[in-house]
């Protein structure tokens, strides 16, 4: 089934320690997001791409990096984590043309930091 | 004039009976609105979603109710199960925008 597959699903890392997230999806969807959320709260948008157009929201702090290799695969990449960095970061996907088309939400990958 | 106002925050119904969520927007340029459902460590998956120029959509047990004028929409679950106990989100983008504004989101518990 097409899908959008994040890995891993749960991570632990160290405060101050550099960590990977990885999402992959078989849609074949023009634009990727990758959403930070914490308890109880909404999905708040890090950034986003349109095909290889990398979109920065004005707030995310530049701990925060991202990496498109192709249009399968985009990475985040937490430079130093915090302890306010622990929460799940979720990636989706969409189509995008004339008119807005649906997005589809990874899994999550649930972060704890240490 | 971004935000979507959700409300309300927390929902409990009797098995059977009917959730209503509601949502209200500013911005006119909003042209797509879709209902996301999340379970507790899952993904937000979407649910259902409308565009302004219909008033209502329905799959299954869920409607969306749209009003253009008001810049209102609502969910609303019928005969509400144990199953549908969730975190309920509505959001808003704009075409060309690629970018989704989501409501606050609302806890829904729906007793047996």
């Known amino acids: 089934d097409a899908m959008v597959i994040q890995n891993p699903r749960y991570q632990v890392t160290q405060f101050g320690k550099p960590v990977t997230l990885s999402c992959s999806q078989t849609?074949?969807?023009?634009?990727m997001y990758w959403y930070q959320q914490k308890s109880s709260q909404a999905p708040k948008l890090l950034f986003h791409?349109?095909?290889?157009?990398?979109?920065n929201e004005a707030d995310t702090p530049d701990n925060f990096q991202s990496r498109r290799p192709n249009t399968s695969f985009c990475f985040l990449d937490i430079r130093s984590p915090g302890l306010g960095d622990a929460a799940m970061y979720l990636c989706?996907?969409?189509?995008?043309?004339?008119?807005?088309?649906?997005?589809?939400f990874g899994p999550g990958t649930r972060l704890t930091v240490t | 004039q971004q935000q979507v106002k959700q409300s309300p925050q927390s929902l409990i119904v009797q098995k059977g009976g009917i959730s209503i969520i509601n949502c209200a927007y500013e911005?006119?340029?909003?042209?797509?609105f879709p209902w996301y459902q999340q379970f507790p460590g899952k993904g937000p998956a979407l649910l259902i979603a409308?565009?302004?120029?219909?008033s209502e959509k329905k799959e299954g047990r869920f409607t969306i109710s749209f009003n253009k004028s008001a810049k209102q929409f609502s969910l609303h679950i019928m005969d509400s199960q144990p199953g549908d106990s969730a975190t309920y989100f509505c959001?808003?983008?704009?075409?060309?925008?690629?970018?989704?504004?989501f409501g606050t989101g609302t806890r829904l518990k729906v007793l047996a």
């Open positions: 791409y349109y095909d290889k157009d990398f979109n």
């Open positions: 409308i565009r302004p120029d219909v």
């Open positions: 989706a996907t969409s189509r995008e043309g004339p008119r807005a088309n649906e997005q589809y």
């Open positions: 959001a808003a983008r704009t075409t060309g925008t690629y970018k989704y504004i």
């Open positions: 911005n006119t340029a909003f042209d797509y």
């Open positions: 849609l074949n969807h023009n634009v």
